[in-house]
């Protein structure tokens, strides 16, 4: 924040001198006359203190007060009164002001009393961009759904999250290990703290040795420089190791002194160091069954399974698809700025009738794509053709049933005829009586593509 200060009074002489004061102080300082001129300045500059005198023609110090307090309420105003006026100033803190000083000004009174208030806004705007941090960081570690299932995942994440346990978290790929980790997180005292991730099938072992622990200058040939290692970063904060199943045998050893000892040596070093990391683990393998086959060290699997936490398929809790769908549907439309989209009850129950094998990470794919393509401010389920497809050209094309394929071909038809029912019901080869039983069964309403 710059140290701008806005002094208004109506003697230029004072003016002058407590200008070049503040000025030398490494304050930057605009000047004022009267009250009319301050308002004007605060309208075409962002200035964040205005010390203004209490007593001056025309508009005075209080009014200028009442007025900056009503159309610029983060604005500090500091008073300047005689001792004649101390009552008047008095009650300019109880509407508002920051401070009062009394004249003749004390040059030492006057930097003090804004080096704590620009101090106290530096905190404050800190604070704040702290907080809208967090919430957005927070935001992304929402947990939606009400089936039993997810409350069950609810109840471990606020159990768990106030310790400093080691977590395990394990299910299918999709069905959101990253954003119950990031929940504990946040709920736990290292919310303030980094939470870093890294995955441990994406980064060959050679790189996944610096990556974890970091690097000293000429560790190897191309280590020009120091690096840290993520568990340096995450330091006081959470660690995430996904697809920690995919470790190396070698790897396994040395996480496990980690774990153990809570200390290690960059790649290339011999200076021991400490750190304070809590550890979740993600995985979509059975690690017990890796440790029955001597895939996975057995040591290891103990110290990582302290609460183990399972997150379900989407498909074993399809409850929890109407409130995701919606949810995903208005933050797309927001990051897309287009105006907000329902879902329409025909697409709803293409989406709760599809077995989801990418899960909730699918869902989010699919309805992103949706926003994009829909023409209408409601996504239907012609709108969701692209899933049929991709699923019936894939490596395995029996995931959809004889259900969507049959509404599809339903929706093929109508689009091709305008909605014209007879003429759909002729192209199909069924009666109409047959066809409006299919348009009731699977919600779909012939009109929409009427012209």
């Not at 006026?85 to 040059?107: C, H, N, Q, R």
């Not at 396994?252 to 790649?267: D, G, N, S």
Request: include cysteine; aromatic fraction near 6%.
């Amino acid at each position: 924040m710059e140290r701008k200060v806005l002094l208004v009074d109506d003697d230029p002489d004072v003016l002058e001198m407590t200008a070049d004061l503040l000025r030398r102080n490494g304050y930057a300082v605009v000047t004022a006359q009267n009250g009319a001129e301050a308002l004007e300045r605060l309208q075409r500059d962002e200035i964040p203190v205005v010390v203004t005198d209490l007593r001056m023609p025309g508009m005075s110090g209080e009014q200028l007060l009442d007025t900056i307090l009503q159309r610029h309420p983060n604005v500090q105003v500091i008073i300047l009164t005689g001792y004649g006026t101390i009552p008047s100033a008095v009650e300019a803190i109880k509407k508002g002001a920051a401070d009062y000083l009394t004249k003749p000004l004390s040059p030492d009174q006057l930097l003090l009393s804004l080096e704590r208030l620009f101090e106290r806004l530096r905190l404050e705007e800190e604070n704040r961009q702290l907080r809208e941090m967090l919430a957005r960081q927070a935001g992304d570690a929402v947990i939606l759904g009400e089936s039993k299932a997810i409350r069950q995942v609810l109840s471990l994440i606020d159990k768990v999250a106030p310790t400093d346990a080691t977590v395990l978290l394990q299910g299918e790929s999709g069905v959101g290990k990253e954003l119950v980790a990031k929940a504990i997180h946040f709920r736990s005292k290292r919310r303030h703290k980094p939470f870093v991730k890294i995955s441990c099938a994406a980064i060959p072992e050679s790189l996944l040795e610096v990556e974890l622990f970091g690097r000293e200058k000429g560790a190897y040939t191309d280590a020009t420089d120091a690096k840290p290692g993520r568990f340096e970063l995450a330091h006081q904060g959470t660690m995430l190791l996904d697809e920690v199943g995919d470790l190396t045998p070698a790897m396994q050893a040395k996480l496990l002194r980690v774990l153990q000892e809570k200390e290690f040596e960059r790649v290339g070093g011999t200076q021991t160091i400490r750190v304070d990391v809590r550890i979740i683990a993600a995985t979509n393998k059975d690690l017990l069954a890796a440790v029955q086959k001597g895939e996975f060290r057995e040591d290891l699997f103990y110290r990582l399974n302290v609460v183990p936490i399972y997150i379900p398929p989407l498909r074993e809790r399809k409850e929890d698809i109407p409130i995701l769908a919606e949810a995903f549907v208005a933050r797309f439309c927001a990051e897309m700025e287009k105006p907000m989209m329902t879902i329409a009850d025909d697409a709803m129950q293409v989406l709760l009738d599809y077995d989801w094998p990418g899960n909730v990470r699918e869902l989010q794919n699919v309805l992103e794509r949706a926003v994009i393509l829909a023409e209408e401010p409601v996504i239907k389920a012609r709108d969701l053709h692209f899933l049929f497809a991709q699923r019936q050209t894939g490596t395995n094309p029996t995931v959809f049933s004889l259900r969507h394929a049959e509404m599809e071909q339903i929706l093929k038809v109508l689009k091709l005829t305008k909605g014209n029912k007879a003429e759909a019901a002729r192209l199909l080869g069924i009666t109409r009586d047959t066809l409006y039983r299919k348009l009731r069964e699977y919600r779909l309403d012939p009109s929409q593509w009427k012209p």
